[in-house]
């Protein structure tokens, strides 16, 4: 790819970015024009297939670290696999990394053969690429449902609305998890790979109450806390309400 900076997406760039960009979803397709509108800074932290979208005039701040994952994929082309990995847009900036299984070029041209991704993903479907089980969870009807596939080791949460799935670091949400459960043996609360191995273990409050308090330090999401006090006068399991209730005392 061309190092000079600042520049535009190539063409052969901005198809691969959009491949992951679904744009019958208004989430995405907000994704699609931003990038139509913002050049090639840099190159990011790591190499030249990481680099930045920004405003002209802008150079990338490498001091700061990476913002979450917005949207990750593969194209299976002749040629080779190409990946895709977006991070959520900061400040009119986007970040993103291109990289091939083998030397083959993008600008030597691709044919797909076929593609997977986690954007495309809505309730009811199957994990993506391997069609295994994704479980579900309603966490605000009508707005968010949490789904984690074991196979794939991946968190997501669904936004009804806009149909992102906004992919959650399972390390985080983890840690959130062993909060809520008060669970502090370091063998098991220090071993985030426990997590789809215990799966079964832990109820859908369980999840939701991590969910939850994973999003009151990150806040990522527009969770309105109102619809679970709402929910008090329901038989009160161990989970975010009690949670909550412990941090008081």
């Known amino acids: 790819m061309m190092n000079e ?6 063409k052969k760039e901005k198809t691969i970015l959009f491949s992951v960009l679904p744009e019958n979803k208004s989430g995405y397709n907000y994704y699609r024009d931003k990038i139509d ?24 701040d490498l001091s700061v670290p990476s913002n979450p994952v917005f949207a990750c994929g593969t194209l299976i082309c002749k040629e080779t696999e190409i990946d895709i990995l977006i991070h959520e847009e900061f400040d009119d900036e986007i970040e993103f990394d291109i990289t091939t299984s083998n030397s083959s070029k993008i600008e030597d041209g691709f044919t797909v053969i076929s593609k997977w991704n986690y954007s495309e993903w809505k309730p009811g479907d199957k994990a993506p690429k ?3 089980f994704v479980r579900e969870i309603v966490v605000i009807p009508d707005m968010y449902k949490l789904a984690i596939a074991p196979e794939h080791k991946k ?11 906004h992919l959650i670091p399972v390390s985080n949400f ?14 098991i609360a220090l071993n985030p790979g426990l997590f789809f191995q215990n799966l ?21 999401f527009k969770i309105d806390l109102n619809y679970f006090t709402k929910k ?3 038989p009160e399991k161990k989970g975010f309400l009690s949670f909550m209730k412990r941090g008081k005392s």
Request: glycine share 6%.
């Open 174 to 187: 983890y840690n959130q998890l062993m909060m809520v459960k008060d669970i502090r043996n370091s063998k």
């Open 37 to 60: 509108s913002l050049l090639v800074i840099g190159q990011g932290r790591f190499d030249r297939k990481n680099l930045l979208l920004g405003k002209e005039g802008n150079k990338p």
């Open 232 to 234: 008090k006068t329901e």
């Open 130 to 132: 391997d069609k295994s």
């Open 200 to 220: 079964e273990e832990y109820t859908d409050e369980d999840l939701i109450s991590a969910l939850v308090t994973y999003n009151k330090y990150i806040r990522r």
């Open 5 to 10: 900076f600042p520049r535009k997406l190539t």
């Open 155 to 165: 968190i997501w949460l669904h936004d009804l609305k806009s149909g992102v799935n």
